[in-house]
């Protein structure tokens, strides 16, 4: 072995190192798993969508529940009860 000062430059080496082991057989080619893309949907975009396919208003409906509320004789105790029925299942 030979030790140089710390200003000696040593000339031109080889890309690889010298003391990497070398094969004579070319190197396995290993293919690698197929990308699959992938899609996640909010829930936000969801809610859209089920507004985007949601019945066009009946105009002819609204207009008679309107009459209703306005005359006073929307609200009758069946539809109450009706409705807070509905809101206790929501809930619970």
Do not use: F
Request: charged content about 20%; overall charge negative.
């Amino acid at each position: 072995m030979h030790v140089y000062g710390p200003a000696h430059v040593h000339g031109p080496q080889a890309v690889g190192a010298p003391h990497a082991a070398r094969s004579s057989q070319p190197a396995a080619t290993t293919e690698s798993p197929a990308i699959q893309d992938e899609v996640n949907i909010s829930d936000a975009a969801r809610m859209v969508e089920q507004v985007h396919q949601a019945p066009a208003i009946r105009q002819d409906r609204v207009d008679s529940i309107r009459a209703q509320i306005a005359a006073g004789t929307y609200e009758t105790p069946d539809k109450v009860n009706v409705a807070v029925d509905r809101l206790l299942d929501e809930i619970g």
